[in-house]
């Protein structure tokens, strides 16, 4: 019922800047809040940020905050992650995902996945 298709990894070097789109459809699509993970090799999948398609509310991982900014185009069914001042230990595969607000942060409470994209920051 929902599909997520990320885009907009690369290799960028520290401190510069790149966005991640996320296109959703389906037609629970509305029904979900959507969030941005990454997962590093050999560690766990990690929250990064969320958004309600109302944009009434909003958070982000410590490790990101004041750098990242997720938003959102309701018309387009599209999240964005405006990632700023990467930094090598932000390399990961992003996925965007979709999934119940109350537990947003935890991927094990996640419904639907996209297939990831890489970002890697080099120093």
């Known amino acids: 019922q929902v599909r997520l298709v990320e885009s907009g990894g690369g290799l960028v070097q520290a401190g510069d800047s790149l966005r991640l789109s996320c296109q959703a459809s389906g037609r629970t699509v509305s029904r979900e809040t959507p969030a941005w993970f990454r997962q590093a090799p050999g560690k766990e999948r990690e929250f990064v940020a969320a958004i309600t398609w109302s944009g009434d509310n909003q958070g982000y991982a410590d490790a990101v905050k004041g750098r990242f900014t997720i938003s959102r185009d309701n018309a387009k069914n599209t999240i964005y992650l405006q990632m700023n001042s990467l930094k090598p230990e932000d390399t990961a595969v992003y996925y965007c995902?979709?999934?119940?607000?109350?537990?947003?942060?935890?991927?094990?409470?996640?419904?639907?996945w996209g297939q990831g994209t890489q970002v890697t920051v080099s120093s």
């Open positions: 995902a979709a999934g119940p607000r109350l537990h947003i942060t935890t991927a094990r409470t996640i419904s639907y």
